[in-house]
């Protein structure tokens, strides 16, 4: 294999995630459903059907960004983020431990690498493990 040809590429893009498209889906069939209760009259309702499609374009557009991609070289891991994150380029050789563990027990949380804590640098991502 070259040195510079990737063994292994994902791409993680922003609006794929289904607990936020669901989310967003039922702030949108709220917004319809509230156009369709206000009998469809009066400026209030135009703008519920309004911000109804706007989450709805909003989201289709979510769907084809990027939010970042992992690549994996011979001897890197490269992770590379969208407008103001930096891009992250790991030595396999430096690489002491890795494990999966439980991120929060939240239900809602946002992905996050590169995050420095207690003297380690730490990655989560969305997922069951």
């Known amino acids: 294999m070259d040195e510079n040809q990737a063994a292994f590429i994902e791409k993680q893009y922003l609006g794929r995630d289904y607990g936020r498209i669901s989310i967003r889906m039922v702030l949108a069939l709220f917004c319809f459903g509230a156009y369709y209760l206000s009998g469809s009259q009066g400026q ?37 983020g969208i407008w103001t994150t930096k891009m992250v380029k790991i030595d396999l050789n430096s690489i002491v431990k890795v494990e999966a563990v439980p991120y929060s027990s939240y239900i809602i949380n946002n992905p996050v690498y590169n995050l420095h804590q207690k003297g380690t640098v730490r990655f989560y991502a969305g997922g069951e493990h």
């Open 44 to 80: 209030n309702a135009e703008l519920f059907l309004v911000v109804g499609f706007g989450i709805l374009i909003g989201s289709v557009i979510m769907m084809f960004l990027l939010h970042y991609k992992t690549t994996v070289n011979n001897k890197s891991i490269v992770l590379d």
